[in-house]
């Protein structure tokens, strides 16, 4: 079992205006541009400022963060990230998937961005190389559709009489597609049939569930997507009012409720990133810092959700689990 404390509060660089916090100090400015919301992210931004602070840079120290949140509404992005490059901070954070980080590599060429977390960022355009980025764009890759046939199978444990399973996606959302091919070919393999739900708004993920539920579909994949990210409570809550088994890409999910999770640790990839800014900091490049590729990977379950919904936890995932919820 694991407990983990959460900080509040983003610091002072939240609350002041840009223009008096610049005239305060000449300590480097971040840019934090997230496609999720502050809210539900406290326990990343804690495990960002770690990461700078043991690259040396601590917040309200030597180097000040400027936030900007777009709260699941992709469309926000491109402007929210022309006032970081106009504020032109030192370097970007671009967190919260891939819709951050293409806005902020539209926006700029010349400020360093470093993205938290991207599937396949060499097809989506991010970098040429894993090795060897290029240009001003690096940061951490995340294995969510290599991770796909896993999440599936282990769900399908859970509940084995499940013959469709269905999966919540988000369309808007440029690296979605690969997930989804990667679980189609999954379930193909292991003759389940999988059924998508489109949703890109809260009125969708209401309707999204209110289907699963009258198809009668046995359980539903949520994809590991920042727009769910910043409605987790949202998500997980419908899960349980129709007493749907659901699995998510992040143990969050699950801390909140959910049944299981099986993924990256995104608290690690937001750690990385944040030592990844303070090298750039220092004087290194990002074309010279390869993308990071995640080591470590969480099964966690969550026994009262398992014991509502009916279901028995198979012994086997019971004592391979990272982490149990009771």
């Known amino acids: 079992m694991r407990r983990r404390g959460f900080i509040a509060g983003l610091g002072l660089s939240a609350v002041l205006p840009f223009s008096a916090r610049a005239q305060q100090s000449a300590i480097p400015f971040v840019g934090f541009l997230s496609s999720r919301s502050p809210g539900e992210s406290e326990a990343v931004v804690t495990a960002y400022r770690n990461g700078l602070a043991e690259s040396g840079f601590v917040a309200g120290q030597n180097v000040a963060i400027e936030y900007r949140w777009a709260e699941g509404q992709y469309d926000r992005l491109p402007q929210l990230a022309a006032e970081l490059v106009n504020m032109r901070v030192a370097v970007i954070l671009a967190a919260g998937g891939p819709p951050s980080a293409l806005a902020a590599k539209k926006a700029t060429t010349a400020i ?152 990256t640790s995104i608290t690690d990839s937001y750690r990385n990133a944040g030592l990844y800014c303070g090298r750039i900091l220092k004087g290194e490049k990002p074309a010279d810092l390869p993308v990071m590729q995640p080591t470590k990977f969480e099964l966690t379950i969550n026994l009262k959700t398992a014991k509502s919904l009916g279901l028995n936890v198979p012994p086997a995932l019971l004592t391979g689990a990272d982490e149990v919820v009771e």
């Open 112 to 263: 360093p961005i470093v993205f938290s977390a991207a599937d396949d960022p060499v097809g989506l355009g991010l970098v040429t190389s894993l090795s060897r980025p290029g240009g001003n764009v690096t940061g951490m890759s995340v294995f969510n559709a290599a991770l796909s046939a896993k999440r599936l199978a282990l769900l399908h444990e859970f509940v084995p009489a499940a013959t469709t399973i269905g999966y919540l996606t988000n369309p808007t959302n440029p690296s979605m597609r690969l997930e989804v091919d990667a679980l189609q070919e999954a379930a193909k393999a292991n003759a389940i049939d999988v059924k998508v739900f489109n949703a890109s708004n809260d009125q969708e993920i209401e309707a999204a569930f209110a289907d699963l539920s009258a198809q009668r579909i046995g359980a539903v994949m949520v994809a590991g997507e920042p727009f769910f990210d910043s409605r987790r409570a949202l998500v997980v809550g419908l899960a349980g009012r129709y007493a749907i088994p659901a699995s998510y890409g992040w143990r969050e999910n699950v801390a909140m409720g959910g049944l299981l999770a099986y993924g």
